[in-house]
T-cell receptor, first 117, second 110 residues
């Protein structure tokens, strides 16, 4: 039982390049999330998927796209990277029943540290 | 919209001293409240949560938090900290999604 896994762990991009961050969970969770963490700003939600087949924008979705490939996998794509997207990206999952108040623990991956030059 | 304010960005403390990390939230409806901890170079882990019932909740490693509805606060306390408690602590509130505070960096010194 690996929990939430993310790849890659580190990435350096040049402005304008594209890349996809991968996330997978093996806990049969319904909901998955992508956050970015920047110093002094806590975690900000980029996109989330309440259940397989659905995705919704979070607080800071601009410049990102997501795909909920199946119940296990939720990827985050940067189509044209910008220096403002330099951050640490965390994927998380929770059992949550879609549409209900978030009460279940979110389990986090180890993070991807992305630098855009 | 909900928001979470963590009143201290950094809290330095000596080992075995008590500590309080402050958290206030804004919401006009019932909410659930959480504290998460992030150790260096790791993801976040749930420390404790308040859903309903007793307003005092405890974690397995000696932390506790008290839900105060009238003051819209959910402060985290520990009577005696250890070096291993050095980490960043995040308060979070939820309705349909989790909203995190900016975090408090706890530094425990020998």
């Amino acid at each position: 039982n690996a929990g939430v896994t993310q790849t890659p762990k580190f990435q350096v991009l040049k402005t304008g390049q594209s890349m996809t961050l991968q996330c997978a969970q093996d806990m049969n969770h319904n909901s998955m999330y992508w956050y970015r963490q920047d110093p002094g700003m806590g975690l900000r939600l980029i996109y989330y998927s309440a259940s397989e087949g659905t995705t919704d924008k979070g607080e800071v979705p601009n410049g990102y796209n997501v795909s909920r490939l199946n119940k296990r996998e939720f990827s985050l794509r940067l189509e044209s990277a910008a220096p403002s997207q330099t951050s640490v990206y965390f994927c998380a999952s929770s059992l949550n029943v879609p549409g209900t108040t978030v009460s279940d623990e979110q389990f986090f991956g180890p993070g991807t540290r992305l630098t855009v030059l | 919209a909900q928001s979470v304010t963590q009143l201290d960005s950094q809290v330095p403390v000596f080992e075995e001293a008590p500590v309080e990390l402050r958290c206030n939230y804004s919401s006009s409806v019932s909410v659930y409240l959480f504290w998460y901890v992030q150790y260096p170079n790791q993801g976040l882990q749930l420390l404790l949560k308040y859903l309903s019932g007793s307003t005092l909740v405890e974690s397995i490693n000696g932390f506790e938090a008290e839900f105060n509805k009238s003051q819209t606060s959910f402060h985290l306390r520990k009577p005696s900290v250890h070096i291993s408690d050095t980490a960043e602590y995040f308060c979070a509130v939820s309705e349909k999604k989790l909203i995190f505070g900016a975090g408090t960096r706890l530094a425990v010194h020998p």
